[in-house]
């Protein structure tokens, strides 16, 4: 029997970390702008943010396989094919690498590490700027999904009074559940370091806006690892310029890369990261894909399968 045909629909520098382990598997690769393929010979799609109106012109898909956890690179496409079941990859390793990141800024806010950092050069000796206590230091999760319940659990881990906002409520020990857009503001008033852990969707497009960071306390801290879309970068620098918010690491934006004319580079309040906070290893991702079509093909379904009407 032939082999399925998988199109991949990555970066041109990223597909030659994916073909090699590809080529003696279950499946045959074809790169999308490298290979030459008739669009009915493609049986699946594996990729991170295809060209708008693409996958419409396959008309044998089966299945498409996102490479990153957040879809909102395939379901932004308004001619997304909506009955092709989307999944998405989802990871121990990815969650425990994004939580790394969380907790790596927390820890350099909360102890002043930028300071330290400042006065080496000048050679001062600064003891006396201590941290807040921990249990003062309330964090606040936007999105209690796969990656902010694992951030939410190292954070309560090292003492610190963990809330998460998510669309429904939650039980369970260690962190406060708040839920819909009508426990936002509460949400929002009790929260020293916001941390946006949302998918990308019409609900959550520009979350971290002016109103919400009014809503925070005086001098809050926003960490954004999510989507850039959920950022409105010019009220946040308003915010960081007006002294409202204390500072911001960014590692993802409106536009990637980042333009070199953003002043999120130097802003003097805002740390900025390429994207990186978590990227998904290709030998895991080779293997989430090869078990996933290996399941469609024979008449099951994988896990992970994005419900596309709440668009997560
Ligand atoms: P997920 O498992 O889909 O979790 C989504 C969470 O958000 C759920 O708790 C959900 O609530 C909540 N939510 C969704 N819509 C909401 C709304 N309108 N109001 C309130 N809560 C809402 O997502 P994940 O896998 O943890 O990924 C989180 C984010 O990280 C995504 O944006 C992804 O793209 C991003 N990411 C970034 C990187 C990077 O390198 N920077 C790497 C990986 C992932 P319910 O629990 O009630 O459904």
Known sequence: MA??????????????????QLNDSAVHPVVHGEDAYAPDGIDYVLGFRPPPGLLKTLPKLKAVFSLGA?????????????????????DE????????????????????????????PKRQWRQMTLPRRTEDTRIGILGFGEIGRVAAQHLADLGFPVSAWSRTRKKGPGVKSFAGDAELEAFLAQTDILICLLPLTRQTAGILNAKTFAALPQGAF??????????????????????????????????????????????????????????????VAVRFVLDGIAKFERGARPDNIVDVETAY
């Open 222 to 283: 926003v960490i954004n690892v999510a989507r850039g879309g959920h950022l409105i970068e010019k009220d946040l620098i308003a915010a960081l310029d007006a002294g409202r918010l204390s500072g911001a690491v960014l590692d993802v934006f409106q536009t990637e890369p980042l333009p070199e004319t953003s002043p999120l580079w130097t802003h003097p309040k805002v740390t900025a990261t390429p994207h990186i906070a978590a990227i998904s290893q290709p030998a």
């Open 70 to 90: 957040g879809v909102d690179g395939f379901l932004s496409d308004p001619d997304y094919p909506k009955h092709i079941p989307l999944v998405r990859f989802v």
């Open 93 to 120: 390793t990815l969650s425990a690498e994004m939580a790394q990141f969380v907790l790596m800024h927390v820890l350099i806010h909360h102890r002043h590490q930028r300071l330290f950092d400042a006065a080496q």
């Open 3 to 20: 082999k399925p045909n998988l199109l991949m629909i990555v970066p041109a520098k990223w597909s030659g970390l994916w073909t090699p």
